[in-house]
Nanobody, 125 residues
Framework: QVQLVESGGGSVQAGGSLRLSCAGS????????GAWFRQDPGKEREGVAS???????KYTDSVQGRFTISQDRAKNTLYLEMNSLKPEDTAMYYC???????????????????WGQGTQVTVSS
């Protein structure tokens, strides 16, 4: 079955950087859409960034210019480069993928069928 495993989370000070990875397995071919979401306890899950098969990207306003989503489709890996981190970026980060071009490139969690278990990012001031 499809498995997504995130890595790269950790604790950093404000202004620091982290690179998250999401390794996929258990399927043939590659995803059509990949995305990163985050959730802090007590808050709703938020779409952070997404990318499609052509490399088109979408970001939520709060991370625009600081985060970069990318993919290595040959390695079945999704990345999220996070720079200039802020305390408000603290959350559990999840990767998600969808294999069908059903909804277009979005940041809606309901549009993604497969999810990883998450990796914690903590940014201290």
């Amino acid at each position: 079955q499809v498995q997504l495993v995130e890595s790269g989370g950790g604790s950093v000070q404000a202004g620091g950087s982290l690179r998250l990875s999401c390794a996929g397995s258990g399927y043939t071919g590659s995803w059509y859409y990949g995305a990163w979401f985050r959730q802090d306890p007590g808050k709703e899950r938020e779409g952070v960034a997404s990318i499609d098969v052509r490399g088109t990207t979408k970001y939520t306003d709060s991370v625009q210019g600081r985060f970069t989503i990318s993919q290595d489709r040959a390695k079945n890996t999704l990345y999220l480069e996070m720079n200039s981190l802020k305390p408000e970026d603290t959350a559990m980060y999840y990767c998600a993928v969808d294999f069908a071009p059903r909804y277009g490139l979005t940041l809606y969690d309901s549009n993604y069928n497969y999810w990883g278990q998450g990796t914690q990012v903590t940014v201290s001031s």
